[in-house]
T-cell receptor, first 111, second 112 residues
């Protein structure tokens, strides 16, 4: 079945710097890759997603890139702000329509 | 209405109690899910109701049982839980063919 690896597990950046989180997946049939942001005590919130027919997608300060050949995808956050501090989860949707999550990255943006 | 709602927000129960968690969505989604999440860990899928069919994660113990009264509601019945079952229980829904999974706010469960 699908397996998703996520790195790094923790990431600390200065306000205004960029942050990059990387994920790899194992099932070449997976075709949907969302990213979730989860603040302490809150629900996971979908912040951006990408489908396998697209290589890159941007939404303001957030972008996701997908390399289907290498089976990896990345989240890029530019001009980070303290409110970006949260746990970020990548995921891949398997052939059964189930989301398989990475282990999460705890991002800390220092003012 | 674009939300998944869950009740209660918090629940404390003893190991001999029986309780239920409730979830509702009015987006016309055909798939609904229950996830369990421990602190700073990813959500773990417990059950999926998709097009009126139930799929079970076989590692979920029988003290958890889902019920889908209609396409908008999904309940999770709890019986004889253990302290290690304390976690955030998240309900979610998706229009399965689109893949976007929307999570509810969760029920914070503590088993004493």
């Amino acid at each position: 079945g699908e397996n998703v690896e996520q790195h790094p597990s923790t990431l600390s950046v200065q306000e205004g710097d960029s942050a990059v989180i990387k994920c790899t997946y194992s099932d070449s049939a997976s075709n949907y890759f969302p990213w979730y942001k989860q603040e302490l005590g809150k629900r996971p919130q979908l912040i951006i997603d990408i489908r396998s027919n697209v290589g890159e997608k941007k939404d303001q300060r957030i972008a996701v890139t997908l390399n289907k050949t290498a089976k990896h995808f990345s989240l890029h956050i530019t001009e980070t702000q303290p409110e970006d501090s949260a746990v970020y989860f990548c995921a891949a949707m398997d052939q059964g329509g189930k989301l398989i999550f990475g282990q999460g990255t705890e991002l800390s943006v220092k003012p | 209405d674009t939300e998944v709602t869950q009740t209660p927000k918090h629940l404390v129960m003893g190991m001999t109690n029986k309780k239920s968690l409730k979830c509702e969505q009015h987006m016309g989604h055909r798939a609904m899910y229950w996830y369990k999440q421990k602190a700073k860990k990813p959500p773990e899928l417990m059950f999926v109701y998709s097009y009126e069919k139930l799929s079970i994660n076989e590692s979920v113990p029988s003290r958890f049982s889902p019920e889908c009264p209609n396409s908008s509601l999904l309940n999770l019945h709890l019986h004889a839980l253990q302290p290690e079952d304390s976690a955030l229980y998240l309900c979610a829904s998706s229009q399965e063919e689109l893949g976007r999974v929307n999570f509810g706010p969760g029920t914070r469960l503590t088993v004493t």
